[in-house]
C-alpha cells in the first residue's frame, strides 16, 4: 500500500523536532515532511501534493490561515488540519472553512495520530475526481427561515439560549457545523459532544453570535437551487422526523444517553449527502435521480452509477473530516445496508437504518417480504427482529 504524504508546517523547528521524534513510529505508513514556514509548504506540494498538511495557525510572513487559503484553492482533495496555540475567536472564525479540523498545542502523540490516521482513511472512502467538491465544502446549507429567526434571536435584547439550542437542533446544515466546531480543540472541551443543544449550551451566546454573524460559518439555501426531484423541505421533514424516532427507538431499548444522542443527531444528518450533492453537483444529481425512477433503483444505488458514490458515503465523508462522533459517521454511512458496518449490536445505526424506513414507508407494520428496506438479516443477527412491532407503535400518528 502508498504511503499517505503528510507535510507539518511551523515555524518553531524545536516543535517541528518534537513531531519528528514522537511520530518516528509511523515512518512504516506514513511519508512526512516538516517545514517552517508557509512558502516552502506550498513550494514542496508544488513538487508532489500532500494527502494532508497540519499546519500552525501563528507563522511570520505567510500565516497559516493564507497558507490553508492557499492549499483549498491549489490541491483541494488535501485534508487540512490546524494545530496551534492559543487563538482569539477572531482567529478562529477566519480558520472556519480553511480547515477541516482544529488540534491544540500542546497535543499529545495518540490524538494527533489518530486525527491524521482518521483523515487518511477518509481519503480513501472518496476517490472519484467529481467529487472533490466535498473537502472544498465549509458548511452545509440551512433553511432560510430558520437562519432568520436564529438571527433575529440572537440580535433580540434578551436571547434564550434554549430557544437558539431548538432552533438550531431544526436544521441540517447548522447541526453539523455547531458541532464539528464544539468538538474541535479550540473550544477545549474534553468529551465528543453529539448533540447540537449541547453543543450549543457549551458554548454559549457569545460565541454562537459570533459564528452566525460569520458569512463564513452558515449560509442559507439557495432557492435558485433547481434539482427536479430534489426538495429541500422535504429533506428537513424527513430528516427530523427521522432523527425524534431514533432518538425514542434507542429511549425504549434504554440505551445510554450518548447513544441517544447520536441517534438524534444521526437521524438529522443522515441525508446530508443529499444536500452536499444539490448544493454542488445540481445537474449531475438531477440526472441520478432521474436514473433512480427510470430503472426503479434506490437512490443511493442510482447515485453510485450516475457520481460514484451514494450521499450515505459523502455525507458520512464530510462530518468525518470535520471530526463528529464515530457513531455519528458510522450510522450516516450504513444506514442504508448496515450489515457492512463492522460493529453489530444495537447501536444508533440500528436507530437510524429503522426509523429511515419507517419514516419512508409511514404504514408499514411489519417487514413486507422481499421487497422490505428493513434489514432484516442483520436486526434478526444482533437479535431484535421481535422489536419491529414495538418500534412501530412509538412512530409518530398523523
Known amino acids: 500500500m502508498k504511503k499517505k504524504r503528510i507535510l507539518f508546517v511551523d515555524d518553531d ?6 513531531l519528528r521524534r514522537m511520530l518516528r513510529a509511523m515512518r512504516q505508513e506514513w511519508e512526512m515532511a516538516f517545514v517552517e514556514s508557509g512558502q516552502a509548504a506550498l513550494s514542496m506540494m508544488g513538487e508532489q501534493p500532500f494527502d494532508v498538511v497540519v499546519s500552525d495557525m501563528h507563522m511570520p510572513g505567510m500565516d497559516g490561515i493564507e497558507l490553508l487559503d492557499k492549499v483549498l484553492q491549489g490541491y483541494p482533495k488535501t485534508v487540512r488540519i490546524v494545530l496551534s496555540g492559543t487563538a482569539k475567536r477572531e482567529q478562529l472564525i477566519r480558520s472556519i472553512g480553511l480547515s477541516h479540523q482544529y488540534l491544540q498545542k ?3 502523540t495518540e490524538t494527533l495520530k489518530q486525527t491524521v490516521a482518521r483523515a487518511c482513511a477518509l481519503k480513501d472512502v472518496l476517490t472519484n475526481d467529481r467529487l472533490t467538491f466535498v473537502s472544498q465544502m465549509k458548511n452545509l446549507p440551512s433553511l432560510p427561515e430558520i437562519y432568520l429567526e436564529l438571527v433575529e434571536e440572537l440580535q433580540s435584547d434578551d436571547p434564550s439560549l434554549s430557544f437558539v439550542a431548538r432552533l438550531v437542533e431544526k436544521d441540517v446544515g447548522m447541526t453539523a457545523k455547531i458541532l464539528q466546531l464544539v468538538n474541535s480543540a479550540y473550544f477545549g472541551i474534553s468529551r465528543h459532544v453529539s448533540s447540537p443543544t449541547t453543543a450549543v449550551k457549551l458554548l454559549g451566546l457569545e460565541n454562537v453570535r459570533s459564528l452566525v454573524m460569520a458569512a463564513s460559518v452558515f449560509s442559507q439555501v439557495d432557492r435558485a437551487i433547481s434539482v427536479k426531484g430534489f426538495s429541500v423541505d422535504e429533506l428537513w421533514k424527513h430528516s427530523m422526523v427521522t432523527g425524534r424516532l431514533s432518538q425514542e427507538i434507542l429511549n425504549t431499548e434504554q440505551k445510554d444517553k450518548f447513544d441517544v444522542e447520536c441517534a438524534l443527531t444521526a437521524g438529522l444528518l443522515h441525508d446530508c449527502g443529499k444536500l452536499a450533492f444539490a448544493a454542488n453537483m445540481g445537474s449531475q444529481y438531477q440526472e441520478a435521480l ?35 462522533p464515530d457513531a455519528i459517521i458510522e450510522a ?12 453489530q449490536g444495537v447501536t444508533p445505526l440500528t436507530a437510524v437504518h429503522v426509523a429511515d424506513a419507517f419514516e419512508q414507508r409511514p404504514n408499514m407494520t411489519k417487514p413486507d417480504g422481499d421487497e422490505s428496506i428493513l434489514d432484516i438479516e442483520y436486526l434478526r443477527q444482533i437479535g431484535v427482529e421481535d ?10 400518528k398523523e
Open 13 to 18: 523547528p524545536n516543535l517541528l523536532l518534537g
Open 290 to 324: 432521474a436514473l433512480a425512477k427510470a430503472e426503479n433503483l434506490p437512490v443511493d444505488e442510482a447515485e453510485k452509477v450516475s457520481l460514484g458514490a451514494s450521499h450515505a458515503e459523502v455525507g458520512a465523508y464530510l462530518l468525518g473530516l470535520w471530526g463528529l
Open 387 to 396: 422489536r419491529i412491532e414495538t418500534w412501530c407503535d412509538i412512530r409518530p
Open 106 to 108: 500542546p497535543c499529545d
Open 332 to 343: 450516516v454511512a450504513f444506514h442504508h445496508h448496515p450489515q457492512k458496518c463492522p460493529h
